[in-house]
């Protein structure tokens, strides 16, 4: 199987990055936008001003808002925000080619990893996912980067690879579909309980123990949901665990470096352009947990917090209250 020409369905920061990759060496690459303004910049200025500020893009990205423009690509690379990837993928023609998800999130109605989602949606595409700690502004200036892409179909997941991989843009295959989904949604909510700490002024000590223990919750669920060890110890699960709980780049550390600030959540989350992906993956990744007995004190801190149920200070005194257990617990 040979991949050639790629197109990136989501002109956000992440999928501009990608068309990016994609466009290396004067690659035609096609990039479907929603927003006709990103449209226009990319093909007039080869810039994406409203969501990769200051980045010249490689001229050989074409943007587009039609899906009929995208017909002759042999693969999609879907970079929609997780809760809008089903209706996207629904207004398009589902194509019968390799869709390479690379969006970070639960679906909130029915509780599905997004690869479930675009088999549901897509039933005759071959689905992979491409997950890893990667910053879109990194990627786009071409810093060195190593992603995980996870694929059923050793053959597809190759010729993926064969077509991404690039020297600064490393790709590491994997079967385990779900594992490699579970750590990218995980962790964005495990960033917005150490951006509180952060925020709060809890120091480094409580930093490292919140993604310490927050990384064996997020083995506990990828376990749960078939998804191996290994491959959450890996770049898509504690690869982007320590990336997103460490920096301000991340919009999801941010957010909760603000709510840790005392700044009111309704506001931070009203008419923000931009996604912090963890406040929507929150309240269903809980659900899930409670569903399933899977023990997930931490994100379920973070929803009380989101959802206004509590405090900062008494969140904290409850979770310092807890009796330590076991560490392989
Ligand atoms: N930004 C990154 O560094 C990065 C890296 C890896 C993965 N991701 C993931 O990629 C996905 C997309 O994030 P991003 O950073 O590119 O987005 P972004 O925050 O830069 O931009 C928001 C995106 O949401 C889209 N959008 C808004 N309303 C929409 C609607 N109703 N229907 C469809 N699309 C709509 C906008 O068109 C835009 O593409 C997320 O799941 C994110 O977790 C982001
Ligand atoms: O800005 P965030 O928090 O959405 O994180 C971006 C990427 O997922 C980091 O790998």
């Keep these: 199987m040979t991949i050639e020409k790629l197109a990136v369905i989501g002109g956000g ?10 466009a290396q060496g004067g690659r035609e690459t096609m990039l479907w936008a929603l927003e006709d303004d990103v449209v226009t910049a990319v093909n007039r200025i080869h810039e994406n001003p409203i969501y990769l500020k200051g980045i010249k893009l ?3 990205i074409r943007a587009t808002s039609n899906f009929s423009d995208l017909a002759s690509a042999d693969a999609w690379l879907v970079v929609t925000p997780a809760q809008h990837m089903r209706a996207v993928l629904k207004r398009s023609p589902c194509p019968n080619m390799p869709l390479v998800l690379c969006s970070k999130g639960i679906e909130e109605g029915s509780g599905k990893l997004l690869h479930e989602v675009a088999h549901e949606v897509c039933p005759t595409s071959p689905v992979a996912v491409l997950s890893g700690p990667t910053f879109a502004h990194e990627v786009a200036t071409g810093l060195p980067t190593a992603v995980t892409l996870a694929c059923e179909d050793k053959e597809v997941g190759d010729a ?3 077509r991404i991989n690039l020297p600064a843009f ?8 779900a594992g490699a989904e579970v750590g990218g949604a995980v962790k964005n909510v495990l960033a917005i309980a150490c951006g509180v700490a952060e925020g709060r002024g809890l120091g480094q000590n409580a930093r490292a123990a919140l993604i310490a223990r927050g990384f064996a919750e997020m083995i506990r669920f990828g376990v749960a949901m078939g998804g191996r060890r290994e491959t959450l110890a890996g770049l898509s699960g504690l690869g982007d665990l320590v990336l997103t709980c460490s920096s301000t780049s991340s919009r999801n550390f941010s957010l909760g470096v603000a709510i840790g600030q005392g700044q009111n959540i309704a506001d931070l989350m009203r008419d923000r352009r931009t996604v912090a992906e963890g406040a929507h993956t929150a309240p269903v990744l809980n659900r899930i947990a409670i569903e ?9 801190a973070v929803l009380d917090l989101l959802e206004g149920r509590v405090k900062i200070g008494e969140l904290l005194e409850t979770l310092l209250s807890r009796p330590p257990g076991d560490e392989e617990d």
Excluded: K
């Excluded at 920061?13 to 994609?22: E, I, K, P, S």
């Excluded at 399933?292 to 379920?300: A, Q, W």
């Design 58 to 60: 490689d001229p050989a």
């Design 13 to 22: 920061a992440w999928g501009t990055a990608l068309a990016q990759v994609a």
């Design 170 to 177: 490393r790709t590491y295959l994997t079967d385990d579909v």
């Design 160 to 162: 993926i690879r064969r």
């Design 292 to 300: 399933r007995g899977i023990d997930m004190p931490l994100v379920g």
